[in-house]
């Protein structure tokens, strides 16, 4: 943003540059997102894809395919450039790392993760993931002690540089005699952040509010706290996962805070389980994806304030899927494509109070035509099933319900009027066919990775488990 001062200073004025609603300012950040895609997600996904395609033995045409169909994602390109944020330099961070990882540079691929993180919190829906697979590979096939102390070496070191900003302005600010709690700068008795004072310290040691190492120790706590926004509530708006869904039969706005808490983390660690359990005992490269994927959608499922654009965590790695081997067969692309195009229509309702219908129409529509799905194209879904990448009937049925379902709420929405005592009927209609659809999505990346992670020691069980997944 600085070079944005130099063109016009008063874009990032202190307190007046407040609601700005110039439009050349609108025109340079909108072209900043532009700028950090090329300058990071595009480079990051074209490593990402080629290594995968070089190491599953893809053909450069079809992974040429699948990197156009990352980089024309409707969902992504609609929430940064439409909706307008940067989720794609978070993205990147994660494409790097991921990329990274494949390669063996473990340490590089730590360094990318914690910097994903410092951009974006919601990198955290990956980070079980990354964790397991990390340790997986400093476990099996033998212990490499070494390894895991580097590992952990890098990564506590990327957070310290991501932090020293923050600590060395809190010191500078002490120094001066700016307060770090300005709220708390005229009470009698000076209070400890919430935070800090829920530590377990040992008996008579205590953090001291005036001490010189306070002010730091509060700016870590309230980056924290800004992390896990407790205080916000289950969730805010009408979002496809599984709380907003169950509170259409129970009002769990009628629990307390602690309560959803401890059913969150519950659900979140049971979704989240099974994927970093198979991550850990077998860390095989060509995993990752499926593995990001899967504990992605178990977050966006069952975690705390989850916001419509986190859908994007879980379809990054799932799209990636379309550049391993079979991954345009359409056994992978069927089911790749069919959660992009649900999770583009349950944003929907966002996107209309944002008047970019037309974008989300064009935008869709487009990429189902690229890859050759409804409804642009259903040969995906017509014929009998020859061979043994084609899909199942029962996957025909399912998909096709659902494309019926969504091209039956636009065609509902834009004509008839809800009732006037239920007027967010036809949203909350949206939410409940979300939240299956992506449960399935969880539950289809799920079994598709227990197969492919060779757990099963028959060889038949595998491929019956395999075929299933079609």
């Not at 697979?133 to 476990?139: D, S």
């Not at 805070?257 to 095989?284: G, N, V, Y």
């Not at 008047?355 to 194209?377: C, D, H, M, Q, R």
Request: glycine share 6%; net charge positive; aromatic share 12%.
């Amino acid at each position: 943003m600085g070079s944005g001062s130099l063109i016009n200073p008063s874009w990032f004025a202190l307190y007046s540059s407040r609601g700005l609603d110039d439009p050349s300012l609108k025109i340079y950040m909108r072209a900043t997102v532009l700028v950090s895609e090329y300058l990071l997600y595009i480079p990051a996904g074209v490593v990402l894809l080629r290594w995968l395609s070089r190491l599953e033995g893809v053909h450069t045409w079809d992974s040429s395919i699948a990197l156009v169909a990352l980089f024309m994602q409707p969902a992504t390109l609609l929430i940064d450039h439409a909706h307008f944020q940067y989720n794609t330099v978070m993205l990147g961070f994660v494409l790097s790392s991921t990329a990274s990882l494949m390669a063996g540079k473990l340490l590089w691929g730590c360094v990318f993760f914690v910097a994903a993180l410092g951009f974006k919190q919601m990198a955290l829906y990956y980070s079980p993931a990354v964790f397991a697979y990390l340790l997986g590979i400093c476990i099996f096939p033998r212990l490499r002690l070494e390894r895991l102390f580097y590992i952990a070496l890098a990564t506590a070191f990327s957070f310290l540089l991501l932090f020293l900003p923050l600590i060395l302005g809190a010191l500078h600010d002490a120094r001066r005699g700016i307060p770090s709690d300005p709220e708390n700068e005229d009470a009698i008795i000076p209070t400890v952040h919430p935070l800090l004072s829920s530590l377990p310290l040992p008996a008579g040691l205590h953090i001291n509010p005036g001490a010189i190492y306070y002010p730091p120790l509060h700016q870590l706590a309230q980056s924290i706290h800004r992390i896990f926004p407790f205080a916000r509530g289950l969730f805010e708006d009408k979002v496809a996962n599984l709380w907003c869904a169950l509170n259409l039969v129970i009002k769990l706005r009628n629990f307390s805070t602690a309560t959803l808490k401890r059913l969150s983390l519950l659900a979140t660690l049971m979704a989240i389980a099974p994927p970093c359990t198979i991550l850990f005992f077998k860390p095989k490269k060509q995993l990752l994806p499926l593995g990001l994927a899967t504990t992605a959608w178990g977050f966006f499922l069952c975690s705390f304030q989850v916001h419509e654009k986190s859908v994007l965590l879980p379809l990054l790695p799932m799209t990636v899927l379309l550049a391993t081997r079979g991954g345009l067969t359409p056994s992978v692309r069927a089911w790749v494509g069919w959660a992009n195009i649900l999770g583009s229509w349950t944003m929907f309702p966002l996107l209309k109070r944002d008047e970019l219908t037309i974008p989300y129409y064009v935008l869709t529509l487009l990429w189902a035509y690229i890859l050759g799905l409804p409804p642009t194209s259903f040969s995906l879904y017509s014929g009998r099933r020859r061979h043994r990448d084609d899909l199942q009937i029962s996957t025909r049925v399912l998909h096709l319900t659902f494309y019926i379902a969504m091209v039956g709420w636009h065609v509902v929405e834009r004509f008839v009027k809800p009732p006037s005592g239920l007027p967010d009927l036809w949203v909350v209609l949206n939410v409940a066919v979300g939240t299956a659809g992506f449960g399935i999505s969880y539950l289809w990346c799920l079994w598709r990775l227990a197969a492919l992670s060779g757990l099963n020691d028959s060889p038949e069980t595998r491929q019956r488990i395999d075929d299933k997944t079609k």
